[in-house]
């Protein structure tokens, strides 16, 4: 896997395809590998670059203040260390944070946004869910981290009609040889905490796509209906049957809508 120097770490990134490229950002403590539902369909018709955001995967773990404008400075760096001029952007939870951001303070980079089971602000209940998350994660061992944000990341109906789905993520998740850190854990999640880009997202003018699943409790659907609202133009669509990992979930339904919007705003 390569590795680009950007901002003062290393990025470890991965690319797939051809034709125009299509950067994805991933959510808190996810790396590239947690796209493996999306690149080989995404891929048929971009040029896909996927990366381990700072703090998580391969890339480097400063232990430092971590901001999304932050991140999204990486994110515009890597793209400048592959020659990338303009790319269309997807990104999911904090990922979709860091787009926002990189939409924002690199408007010119951005070719179409979507922003995917995100918020532009915190309120009180994010911020005490994460105080928790925080205090469960340094009692846990890895699996009982991995089985306890497992109910925050999939539907009822997944738990019901597809255990053995659930199991899977969660071994993938025990045999990752680059396991999320408490440093990155830490680092990123102070940076989810700090994100507020909602008075600024009437500033976007490139075209955008909200998305989120009705059954979202980690991020509920209060949050991308105020992006939408915000965004001009922007298009708001709500998945059924799914959570907060409707990307893997329902991994077809979320495909065929991100790659609709790609075809529409493809010029």
């Not at 408490?182 to 955008?208: K, N, S, W, Y």
């Not at 609202?229 to 979320?254: C, K, M, N, S, T």
Request: charged share 20%.
């Amino acid at each position: 896997m390569p590795t680009a120097r950007v901002n003062g770490i290393e990025l470890h990134y991965a690319e797939a395809g051809s034709g125009h490229p299509l950067l994805l950002i991933m959510g808190f403590g996810g790396d590239h590998l947690a796209w493996a539902f999306q690149v080989p369909a995404f891929s048929a018709r971009f040029r896909v670059i996927s990366f381990d955001n700072r703090g998580a995967g391969r890339s480097s773990v400063p232990d430092a203040p971590y901001t999304t404008g932050l991140m999204a400075d990486d994110a515009a760096g890597l793209l400048d260390a592959l020659g990338v001029e303009q790319a269309h952007v997807l990104g999911v939870s904090m990922g979709g944070m860091i787009a926002q951001e990189l939409a924002l303070n690199h408007p010119h980079r951005v070719r179409s946004l979507q922003l995917h089971c995100t918020y532009a602000r915190s309120d009180a209940y994010t911020l005490a869910l994460m105080d928790v998350w925080r205090a469960v994660r340094a009692k846990s061992t890895p699996e009982e981290w991995l089985r306890t944000v497992a109910l925050w990341l999939f539907s009822p109906v997944t738990f019901a009609e597809r255990p053995e789905f659930v199991e899977m993520v969660i071994q993938t998740g025990l045999a990752n040889p680059y396991p999320f850190s408490m440093t990155g854990f830490i680092r990123q999640g102070e940076a989810v905490r700090g994100h507020d880009a909602l008075d600024r997202l009437g500033r976007l003018a490139c075209p955008t796509l909200v998305s989120v699943a009705e059954h979202d409790i980690l991020v509920p659907p209060r949050f991308s209906r105020a992006i939408a609202a915000a965004v001009p133009q922007a298009e708001l669509r709500i998945i059924a049957d799914g959570a907060h990992a409707y990307f893997w979930e329902r991994a077809d339904a979320f495909n065929a809508m991100c790659l609709d919007f790609l075809a529409r705003n493809a010029a």
